[in-house]
């Protein structure tokens, strides 16, 4: 896996996390520049999922498995639209917190990812 990639997707997931947790502490439902930024968050999560896909094509085998590399890479580009779409049918506060959430499981996601693939 591209390390500087990992590293820039689980800092943006962790930014929109603090992001949409400042929202949540201020009473505040997700807004429009929220959903702008968790679009360029699951693009990053998008474009790591063709590298891990490309990678395995080429013949490089993760240190702990192919199957829960996949999964990973699959659940980590699911994690912030699963989040996003949960926001819209909750437009309190609590739909800031389900973003936050979600943006800091995509970071030990990241994390995750990095220990499979051998890091």
Same mark, same amino acid.
């Given at each position: 896996m591209l390390d500087a990639l990992t590293i820039a997707t689980? /800092? @943006?997931a962790l930014v929109l996390a603090a992001w949409c947790g400042f929202a949540a502490y201020r009473d505040?439902?997700?807004k429009d520049w929220h959903f702008l930024a968790m679009a360029v968050v699951s693009l990053l @999560? @998008? /474009?790591q999922l063709v590298v891990g896909i490309v990678q395995l094509g080429r013949?490089?085998?993760p240190e702990q498995g192919t199957t829960? !590399? /996949?999964a990973y890479l699959i659940g980590a !580009? @699911?994690?912030v639209p699963a989040a996003g779409f949960m926001s819209l049918g909750e437009r309190t506060r609590w739909g800031s917190v389900t973003v936050a959430a979600g943006g800091v499981v995509l970071a030990v996601l990241e994390v995750r990812l990095y220990d499979i693939w051998g890091g």
């Open positions: 689980a /800092v @943006a505040q439902p997700t @999560a @998008a /474009v013949g490089e085998k829960i !590399f /996949v !580009f @699911a994690c």
